[in-house]
């Protein structure tokens, strides 16, 4: 029997991934709650499993009486000491069970309680795995998708995850089978088990994607200060540069566009505005309102951030963007209210 169990450990460990430390660990709870329900003790039974000696026992500690009064919980000096010569009154035994002691009920019950072992262990393993992945990127595959929520089932490692429609980048479409980019935004414990938050249009999937393809902000040469996204339609993301001879926005476009050109497909053709940040924050400001010029930005306050900035009358329309979106992505990247007006004051229809 001890055999057959630790073969089949050894399968679920393959099959499954399941650590076998982490799956002995939850087996050994679950049997010992199931061997005290049966038994109708507390805390008095022990499960020891062990791999290494292929051991699978199951014992009742007893406390080492003179007179016995509950002989579930106590055993007699007398009889303790022919089991072990040196006991004594006060100490404790392990008394090893023999399965026909566990009683029909445990015995009909192992195998749910190794179940639930497992599923807890499952759970336990995946809730690590993808703690672990915390803030990273995962590649999934489409199973389905579905065709009321438009959630995708994405099948990451071992594991079946959703992708919820909020979380998916608009106008993409996917097919059963597609490969599938998604950033990993937190792992929650519940429950009924982890609870994992993916996103394709988080700012950090933005960002982790630049770590990944950019070799000089992956070693910390050059740094993104911030980030602000409209998933879709466009991201601003301003660098910094710790090394005055490396080009922090030449880094990030690489040579011929290669770099930039990667990210922005794996965002779906998502437009990216790459600015030099700034401790200035009015120079800061100017470059976030790119790719429009601007003639002056004049800091009208520190709290709550506010300024004023002025533009070349023919530049108006870019700066503000289509339906505000430049003027506002600008806004969230500087932390700044942005008031824009035209250079020459007259603002026009």
């Known amino acids: 029997m001890n055999k057959e169990f630790f073969e089949a450990l050894n399968i679920i460990e393959k099959e499954k991934g399941i650590k076998k430390e982490v799956l002995i660990e939850k087996i ?25 000696k ?27 000491r022919k089991i072990r010569s040196r006991s004594k009154l006060g100490g404790e035994m392990a008394l090893p069970l023999k399965t026909k002691d566990f009683g029909y009920i445990a015995i009909g019950a192992a195998k749910n309680v190794i179940k639930q072992g497992i599923k807890e262990a499952e759970k336990a393993q995946l809730f690590e795995d993808m703690q672990s992945k915390t803030q990273e990127i995962v590649t999934g595959v489409v199973l389905r998708q579905n065709a009321k929520s438009g959630a995708l089932v994405l099948q990451v490692g071992n594991n079946e995850f959703i992708l919820p429609k909020d979380e998916q980048i608009p106008g993409e479409e996917y097919e059963v089978g597609d490969h599938v980019k ?14 994992i938050m993916l996103s394709r249009t988080h700012p950090g999937f933005v960002k982790r994607m630049f770590e990944l393809e950019v070799p000089e902000i992956f070693d910390g040469t050059v740094e993104i200060k911030a980030i602000s996204r409209e998933a879709g339609a466009r991201t601003k993301i301003a660098v910094w ?4 001879n490396v080009d922090a926005i030449g880094a990030c476009i690489g040579a011929k566009r290669a770099r930039i050109d990667n990210i922005i497909a794996g965002l779906g053709g998502e437009k990216i505005d790459i600015v030099k940040y700034s401790e200035d924050p009015a120079e800061f400001i100017s470059a976030a309102l790119s790719p429009s010029s601007v003639s002056s930005v004049e800091i009208l306050s520190e709290n709550p951030k506010s300024c004023k900035v002025c533009v070349p009358d023919e530049q108006l329309s870019l700066a503000i963007g289509n339906k505000g979106q430049n003027a506002r992505l600008a806004a969230r990247l500087t932390g700044f209210n942005i008031d824009i007006h035209p250079q020459s004051g007259y603002f026009g229809e």
């Open 241 to 244: 540069s710790k090394d005055e």
């Open 28 to 52: 050994t709870k679950a049997m010992e709650v199931a061997v005290e329900k049966d038994l109708g003790l507390e805390g008095n039974v022990v499960v020891l499993i062990d791999p290494e």
């Open 182 to 195: 998604v950033y990993v935004v937190d792992v929650l414990s519940g429950e009924r088990g982890p609870r």
């Open 54 to 80: 292929q051991k699978f026992g199951v014992s009742v500690v007893k406390t080492i009486v003179e007179t016995v009064e509950d002989p579930d919980t106590e055993i007699s000096l007398e009889d303790a």
